[in-house]
């Protein structure tokens, strides 16, 4: 007795023959020439950890800044645009309020009020000198001991 091949498994039969080798090849050897690529941890890039490049410690200083009876001390970029400098707005005592330029040195901004060099650095309540702040810790220290705003 003869079996005869049915039409449909010879057209699978010969596909199947036709058909190059399984993918797993190719995917073998793509995986073995992907190059190797090695990290290398750079703890004196600029601004590595601080956030993005071109960013400043300063420029998280940007808002207003309250202190006591109204007082207050507002950092905002400024209007030209160049990193690092500032338009600050202050109003330092119950008499006075000015517009200043403000110029990021380091981790400070330095500017000058009635021809007196200042520097705002980052400190804590206890460190401005009045009760109404000294439980904060997110501040901003002008003259310690007599000028700070916090948040």
Do not use: H
Request: with cysteine.
């Amino acid at each position: 007795m003869t079996r005869r091949l049915s039409p449909f498994l010879l057209v699978g039969a010969f596909l199947t023959a036709c058909t190059p080798a399984a993918d797993t090849n190719e995917a073998a050897n793509a995986m073995a020439s992907a190059p190797t690529v090695e990290t290398i941890e750079d703890t004196d890039a600029i601004n590595g950890a601080d956030g993005p490049v071109g960013r400043l410690p300063t420029d998280d200083w940007i808002g207003r800044w309250m202190g006591p009876e109204g007082l207050f001390l507002d950092i905002q970029p400024a209007p030209d645009g160049q990193p690092g400098s500032y338009a600050l707005t202050n109003k330092d005592n119950l008499d006075r309020q000015g517009a200043y330029v403000g110029v990021a040195e380091d981790a400070t901004i330095r500017f000058t009020r009635d021809g007196e060099p200042l520097t705002i650095r980052p400190g804590t309540g206890a460190e401005t000198g009045f009760k109404y702040l000294a439980d904060k810790t997110d501040c901003l220290i002008v003259v310690a001991g007599q000028e700070g705003y916090c948040r």
